[in-house]
């Protein structure tokens, strides 16, 4: 719905859900369904406690910092969200930092975002040095994550499971055929290492060791021909079988006790 009435900057409103529209420009594009889950369970104790960022353009509301908490609000069956009206023309930037303090985006999405900030604004690298605190190194690193190609930065845009150091090291690669190899073969040796978790045997509990070297030790003992061994060596199974017996004699005294 099309904004009718004239806002204060850094007033704050009781703004309907349904007049708040995302931010185009969002760095962020993957929420978090757990995260999202306990910020709406908080929210339908609590309530809101900490107000949304907007903005007007040609009419309409868009948010600028928020959009979780706005998620999360309608989850929790709200209709309406406290939000704070600015008209900063940085508004890309404020959007930037406050997901980046708040949680962290996927390392795509901060690249994406670092880039379009740095295109929109003219920004060199030590401005983003300056303004996020980081190293030129990182933010160096950062950026290079745009040269992947299309379909890698699609996958791992809202998957935070791939780590940002290995995409670092496959953006590294000069031409983008290495880099769709490299991220081939990663993503083999993750699913790898998945299978061989779930092919490996569970750990046994001590109890489920003693049980199945009691059962082999029984089904040992009921194969034993005796009449195959030598004096000496029924002398040395029926020793070794008495003191099995004692041991469990006493385990069922202690259990009865």
């Given at each position: ?26 760095p ?24 949304v ?5 040609n009419g ?20 309406s ?11 890309t ?15 795509v999405e ?59 090291e496959?953006?590294r ?5 290495s ?6 073969r ?10 061989g ?10 109890a ?14 009921a ?11 029924k002398?040395g ?21």
């Amino acid at each position: 719905m099309a904004a009718t009435e004239p806002y204060v900057r850094n007033q704050l409103y009781l703004i309907p859900l349904a007049e708040l529209l995302p931010d185009p420009n969002q760095p962020r594009k993957f929420l978090d369904p757990a995260a999202l889950d306990e910020l709406a369970a908080s929210i339908t104790q609590h309530g809101v406690l900490e107000p949304v960022l907007f903005r007007v353009d040609n009419g309409l509301n868009y948010v600028v910092a928020g959009e979780r908490r706005c998620a999360a609000t309608r989850q929790a069956g709200l209709a309406s969200v406290p939000a704070i009206f600015i008209d900063s023309q940085n508004h890309t930037e404020i959007s930037l930092v406050e997901n980046l303090l708040r949680q962290n985006l996927t390392a795509v999405e901060e690249a994406e975002a670092l880039g379009r900030l740095q295109e929109d604004h003219k920004y060199q690298q030590d401005d983003l040095t300056r303004i996020f605190g980081k190293s030129k190194a990182t933010i160096s690193e950062t950026l290079s994550l745009n040269k992947l190609p299309q379909e890698i930065r699609d996958e791992c845009r809202t998957d935070p499971s791939v780590p940002k150091r290995t995409l670092i090291e496959i953006a590294r690669n000069k031409q983008q055929r290495s880099m769709t190899t490299a991220f081939a073969r990663y993503k083999a040796q993750q699913q790898k290492a998945a299978e061989g978790k779930k092919t490996r045997a569970p750990r046994r509990t001590k109890a489920e060791g003693i049980v199945a070297a009691l059962s082999t030790a029984g089904g040992k003992i009921a194969d034993l021909d005796m009449g195959t061994l030598s004096t000496q060596d029924k002398s040395g199974v029926i020793e070794a079988v008495e003191s099995l017996r004692h041991n469990i004699d006493d385990f069922f005294t202690r259990v009865a006790q």
